[in-house]
């Protein structure tokens, strides 16, 4: 996705203070975060994820499915504060296109 499109992501799902708190929580992965492979790691999720759609949403692949989604999530959360936590809501219904690596890409 390009940083353009990035940003109207941003600006339509988050307002004020907490843009500034995702970017200070962006900094607090630390210079020896990688982007790069974190951004690839998700694309080659999403890219798996929806190969494998439909699934049955009681099976041990949907399980596994979600475990790697909450695995993937880990470093973020480990940085966010709990009303970060629970605001971002509206970033899951934007329409976007999860199969673009760029979207997870450092910005």
């Not at 475990?67 to 970060?84: F, G, I, N, Q, S």
Request: aromatic share 10%; glycine share 6%; hydrophobic share 45%.
């Amino acid at each position: 996705m390009a940083d353009g499109a990035w940003k109207r992501v941003l600006a339509e799902c988050f307002v004020g203070d907490e843009l500034a708190e995702w970017k200070a929580a962006k900094e607090r992965l630390g210079p020896g975060f990688d982007h790069d492979g974190h951004a690839a790691a998700w694309a080659d999720y999403n890219a798996r994820v929806q190969a494998a759609l439909p699934l049955d949403p009681d099976s041990d692949e949907t399980r596994a499915i979600v475990a790697e989604w909450d695995a993937l999530c880990t470093d973020y959360m480990r940085v966010a504060d709990p009303a970060m936590k629970a605001g971002p809501k509206p970033l899951w219904a934007f329409p976007m296109n999860l199969d673009d690596p760029e979207l997870f890409r450092q910005g």
